[in-house]
């Protein structure tokens, strides 16, 4: 692979992370902020998966570092749980990526509830406050669009050759 | 979905690199858990994602543009109305209190007693963004190029707000009253009684958790700052009692109070510069 096809495929996937980024902070309404897809997760996960040789857990870490920033949490919080989510996805990507994308949205859900256990651990140890149910859907959330996700994501590493 | 590459990952050097990173982001939350010592390194990495959250913050711009350019003529001429009998009104009580303060600061050079210089307050507006679910914080667009402090108080027309917990460069965090790690010192104005007052990580409520049967509080009563622990002004409205519960099964009252700052609603708010206390004169005795 030559210089520039390498520089594109970062740059195409550097822009798909600051848009997922972007998207995690776009003011809602309180009520749905609970229904409130996790963006950097579901494009984390696409791209562990479909060129783990390029983002994999060092990436995560710093998508999560830069999240942490931008929510005002603890530093280091989304860092650590973006890390396990993408060593999920690249331990499973040759598992995963062979099913259709209805089947891959299960695995999606198991890697970002694992994600946001390691979340609710922190918030706890810290003693923050941990809720109920509603602190769970954001992971069903992302499971049901992932198939929407998953073919979007796939159409621009097509048209950018991205590998 | 083929694979695009061929080089096989070895399970032993990703579980090497989860644990390295895993450690690294652990010892991250540890350092800044335990004090503000990566406060350099929060302000450097904001200005990378100063452009993102001004990006985010585009759509509810537009919309309020766009609700303010389709307001009609006769919406905006009533508003205009009502605004000027408020200042008004606010005019005439603005003229007593000035000679009230004339006439407090005498009685207190009177009475030996320390006297307060007004407060400094900067209007700040809101950047509308969202933060990490289930906390109660806000973004504003001044930061420590405006002289904004760790700590500093932040007001509404209404009360107080929150203080400022994060400081960069162009922008500053406000945890708010109602943010569930938030306690602030208060009084009640009736009797004088002090307690903290805690958030519950609800927009309208905030509790009281430490009183007993025998305080003297009841529904209905204003809350105030009461300056203690010298981080907020004292005297300033914080919120209104609702709800007091005696149960006897219980230690303490259960005491529930609403913020009187519009939380939800607020597109500007007060940053405040608390005015020194001039130091008391000694007296011989």
């Known amino acids: 692979m030559n210089v520039s096809a390498l520089t594109r495929s970062r740059l195409i996937i550097a822009a798909t992370f600051v848009v997922a980024l972007i998207l995690s902070v776009v003011p809602v309404p309180t009520w749905a902020e609970q229904f409130r897809p996790d963006w ?5 996960i696409y791209w562990c998966m479909a060129t783990p040789h390029r983002v994999g857990i060092g990436s995560a870490w710093l998508v999560g570092l830069l999240q942490d920033v931008l929510y005002g949490a603890l530093l280091g919080q989304y860092a650590l749980s973006k890390t396990i989510i993408a060593f999920l996805a690249v331990k499973l990507h040759l598992r995963v990526r062979v099913v259709p994308p209805w089947q891959q949205a299960l695995a999606v859900l198991v890697m970002l509830a694992v994600g946001q256990l390691f979340v609710i651990w922190v918030r706890a140890i810290i003693g923050k406050p941990v809720l109920g149910f509603s602190y769970w859907t954001p992971s069903i959330v992302s499971m049901v669009v992932w198939p929407w996700i998953f073919i979007i994501l796939r159409d621009i590493r097509r048209r950018g050759q991205v590998s | 979905m083929i694979g695009a590459d061929s080089r096989p990952i070895r399970t032993s050097t990703l579980l090497l690199r989860l644990l390295a ?37 585009i759509p509810a711009r537009v919309g309020g543009w766009m609700s303010e350019a389709f307001t009609s003529e006769e919406k905006l001429r009533q ?4 605004l000027e009998e408020q200042h008004r009104i606010l005019q005439a009580r603005l003229q007593q209190y000035e000679a009230l303060e004339v006439e407090n600061r005498r009685l207190r050079s009177l009475l030996g007693s320390a006297t307060r210089v007004a407060d400094r307050a900067v209007v700040a507006e809101l950047i509308e963004v969202s933060t990490e679910p289930f906390t109660r914080t806000i973004v504003i667009n001044k930061g420590s190029s405006d002289n904004v402090f760790l700590g500093q108080p932040v007001l509404d ?34 009797t004088g009684l002090r307690t903290v007052l805690y958030g519950t990580g609800d927009d309208d409520t905030v509790d009281l958790p430490f ?51 519009k939380l939800q609603h607020h597109k500007e708010v007060l940053l405040v510069w608390p005015g020194k206390t001039e130091p008391k004169p000694v007296e011989s005795p």
């Open chain 2, 79 to 82: 508003r205009y109305l009502a």
């Open chain 2, 21 to 57: 990173f895993a450690v690294l982001a652990v010892s991250l939350m540890v350092v800044d858990h335990q004090g503000q010592h990566l406060r350099q390194i929060r302000s450097a990495l904001s200005v990378l994602t100063y452009p993102l959250v001004t990006i985010a913050a």
């Open chain 1, 40 to 44: 950097v997760g579901l494009v984390l």
């Open chain 2, 157 to 190: 027309a209404y009360g107080i707000v929150g203080q400022v917990t994060e400081v960069s460069p162009q922008l500053s965090r406000v945890t708010l009253i109602t943010d569930p790690g938030h306690a602030i010192p208060v009084q009640v104005t009736r």
């Open chain 2, 211 to 261: 009183l007993t049967a025998s305080a003297k509080i009841k529904k209905g009563d204003l809350l105030t700052s009461s300056g203690m622990g010298g981080r907020f002004p004292p005297r300033y409205p914080v919120a209104r009692v609702t709800e007091v519960i005696n149960d006897p099964n219980e230690a303490f009252l259960q005491i529930k109070a609403t913020p009187l700052a």
